[in-house]
């Protein structure tokens, strides 16, 4: 079964579900405050294989700032 991201629009709270692909959209309810106002976020996998980073979506290192990455090497 997957693993999806929500995020609570009451407290701010992110939080992961394991669920069926069927299931993904329902509401979940927040582990925190328990509010079901609750939405599923966008998620970005990252991968690394052999010394080379493997990226899912683009590349989004949270050290870059343009050109080449010295937290991760990505150029």
Known sequence: ?????????????QFELMRSIKDANNTAPCKHC????????LSVFFAHSDGRSVEGSGHSCANCSGGACSGCGHH
Not at 1 to 13: F, H, K, L, R, T
Not at 34 to 41: I, N, Y
């Open 1 to 13: 079964m997957p693993i999806y991201e929500y995020v609570c629009d009451s407290c701010g709270q």
């Open 34 to 41: 328990h509010s079901s106002e609750t939405h599923k976020m």
